[in-house]
């Protein structure tokens, strides 16, 4: 008798993030397919017996092609194994989720999506910023930096031109390309932003400053986002100043930041204290 395979969202990295009903799948599961970003507290749910492969992608070096996860997956799944293809955010967002459903269509295996909190989601609110907010932004978009090859590329034109309020996945190091990118597109260089790097986690770390500033800003750890769009200037003080340490664009300290307003051209880095992870 086959199995069935499962495509579930870890979320964003913070295992308490975690659906219960990913929760429950995890701890009953007999093999773990899980990508590279998924935290080491949330792989610690797996039962011992179960099988667990790495099957991550991650900073265009690939340990496995996509088409040997999809055999995997299948393969495990013909045996009679409950398979969990475990993915961070969630799994149908810039998670390859549709081509590995194609492939378990063509095998004839059953499967079920389980959706996750997709990290910018995460990364919003653990930053403090509204992605839509009534005076700035009734839109919201995401969009990747990068596309696979041979495919249509979004119009980024048309995206600046509707006000939406951007959440630009994987926008990489050189952030001067993605700012150049934006800048093309019409949105102006006052227009406010923030790179949020290991969102939900005990290393995140947060970059507020400008397109204009962008190229300025300093490379943080990946996985990041960026966040672009008027919204950013309404995120809540007290979140963004409190367990946050406070650089200015130079890198100079500055003094406790009371009194900052939300819509301050202040650039800030920040740091968050708390426990643990993912």
Known sequence: MKGKVYLVGAGPGD???????????????????????VSPEILRLVPAKAQLHNVGKRCGKKKIQQEEINFLM?????????????????????GRA?????AL????????????????LGAAAAAGIPLTHRRASSALV???????????????SNLARSGATLVIYMPGQKY??????????????????????????????????TIAELSDAPP????????????????????????????????????????LRADSGLVSDLVTNEEPLA
Not at 25 to 30: E, H, N, T, Y
């Open 98 to 102: 549709g081509e590995e459903i194609e």
């Open 176 to 209: 001067s390309e993605v700012a150049a990118k934006l800048r093309a597109a019409g949105l102006a260089g006052a227009t406010p932003c923030a790179v949020i790097s290991r969102a939900t986690t005990a290393q995140q770390r947060a970059h507020r400053t």
């Open 105 to 120: 269509r063509r095998a004839d295996i059953a499967y079920e999506i389980v959706p996750g909190v997709t990290s910018a």
């Open 15 to 37: 295992p308490e993030l975690l659906t219960l009903k990913a929760f429950r799948l995890l701890r009953s599961a007999d093999a773990v397919l899980h990508d590279d970003l």
């Open 220 to 259: 943080l750890a990946v996985p990041t986002l960026l966040v672009v769009g008027e919204v950013v200037r309404f995120a809540d003080p007290t979140v963004l100043s409190e367990g946050f340490g406070m650089t200015t664009s130079t890198g100079g300290d500055v003094a406790e930041p009371a009194g």
């Open 142 to 156: 995401f969009i990747t930096a990068h596309q696979a090859a041979g495919s249509v590329a979004a119009n980024w």
């Open 74 to 94: 299948v393969a495990l799944a013909d045996s009679g194994m409950n398979v969990i293809r475990l993915k961070s955010g969630d799994p149908l967002i810039f």
